[in-house]
Nanobody, 121 residues
Framework: QVQLVESGGGLVQAGGSLRLSCTAS????????MGWFRQAPGKEREFVGG???????YYAVPVKDRFTFSRDNAKNTAYLQMNSLRPDDTAVYYC???????????????WGQGTQVTVSS
């Protein structure tokens, strides 16, 4: 069993930056790929990308070149660095753990509680 705890959300002006953290319990963090999803009000949850066990990353088109995924296995923590934030990035952001970095929710066994990111114009 893995528990994921997220932190780092908040309110930021357009063009600003935030870093989200996702810390896992247990000793098997390094064996999981860490995906990140977001859900804006009235919209379905969407995959924004993530980082594989190997450290390679995938970025969805809307966040490419603005967001960066990283991980520190010694700290059991995954990070999402968000730069050049826009109002349409406003959403609840979720981290999730799985063996593989899939693009759909049903591929993930463990989820964080979500953290609100609000970008004002």
């Amino acid at each position: 069993q893995v528990q994921l705890v997220e932190s780092g959300g908040g309110l930021v002006q357009a063009g600003g930056s935030l870093r989200l953290s996702c810390t896992a319990s247990g000793r098997t963090f390094s064996t999981y790929a860490m995906g990140w999803f977001r859900q804006a009000p009235g919209k379905e949850r969407e995959f924004v990308g993530g980082i594989r066990r190997t450290g390679t990353t995938y970025y969805a088109v809307p966040v490419k070149d603005r967001f960066t995924f990283s991980r520190d296995n010694a700290k059991n923590t995954a990070y999402l660095q968000m730069n050049s934030l826009r109002p349409d990035d406003t959403a609840v952001y979720y981290c999730a753990a799985s063996v593989n970095l899939g693009k759909t929710e049903d591929g993930y066994s463990y989820w964080g509680q979500g953290t609100q990111v609000t970008v004002s114009s």
